[in-house]
């Protein structure tokens, strides 16, 4: 089993930035595809980024140039730095994994994700 902990979400201005962290612990020697989503009230959960096992990232559209997907392996550790935040950019923020090295969509698609945290909430104001 993986654990999944996010944390680094918060209320912050239009155009500001924020830098998210998720947390792996337990079976963390496997290749995983790892990826952030994000849901708004009332919208469905929607993948913004993806990272594969051999660090290869991919990004949804509304995010490209503004966010960026990294990872420390040796602190196993996932990061999402959100610059040039927008009030659409609101919502809560959830970290998954993926066994394998593939992450098998262009946009992350939580159907094949098997481990999921609870989620950070990201507030952006105008």
């Known amino acids: 089993q993986l654990q999944l902990v996010e944390s680094g979400g918060g209320s912050v201005q239009a155009g500001g930035s924020l830098r998210l962290s998720c947390a792996a612990s337990?079976?963390?020697?496997?290749?995983?595809?790892m990826a952030w989503f994000r849901q708004a009230p009332g919208k469905e959960r929607e993948g913004v980024a993806s990272i594969d096992a051999d660090g290869f990232t991919r990004y949804a559209d509304s995010v490209k140039g503004r966010f960026a997907i990294s990872e420390d392996n040796a602190k196993n550790t996932l990061y999402l730095q959100m610059n040039s935040l927008k009030p659409e950019d609101s919502a809560m923020y959830y970290c998954a994994a993926r066994r394998g090295s593939s992450c098998l969509y262009d946009v992350p698609r939580e159907f094949v994700y098997n481990y999921w945290g609870q989620g950070t909430q990201v507030t952006v104001s105008s």
């Open positions: 337990g079976y963390t020697s496997s290749r995983y595809c």
